[in-house]
């Protein structure tokens, strides 16, 4: 697997993680742990979406900024990727 492709497996697991943290969070609003946690995992997922963005572009359409060219259709589409 390129760096690329693991990069956004790991930005994938963050987001799966933040949604279940989410669900517990909502069941079980006053745990503190599970608080903590979904901080710790917000944190690490906007860490790895930035360095994502700096290495290999936007991964959303708010991501490309004004100065640049409208680059969010020149990667491939979710079913050209392998």
């Known amino acids: 697997m390129n760096?690329?492709?693991?990069?956004l497996s790991r930005i994938k697991k963050y987001?799966?993680?933040?949604k279940e943290l989410n669900l517990y969070l909502d069941t079980h609003p006053n745990c503190r742990r599970a608080l903590a946690m979904f901080r710790k995992y917000k944190e690490l997922r906007s860490d790895a979406v930035e360095e994502f963005t700096k290495r290999f572009g936007p991964i959303t359409p708010e991501q490309v900024s004004d100065t640049q060219n409208w680059t969010w259709v020149e990667d491939p589409w979710p079913w050209e990727r392998r």
């Not at 987001?15 to 933040?18: H, Q, R, S, V």
């Open 3 to 7: 760096e690329r492709n693991m990069l």
């Open 15 to 18: 987001d799966f993680t933040l």
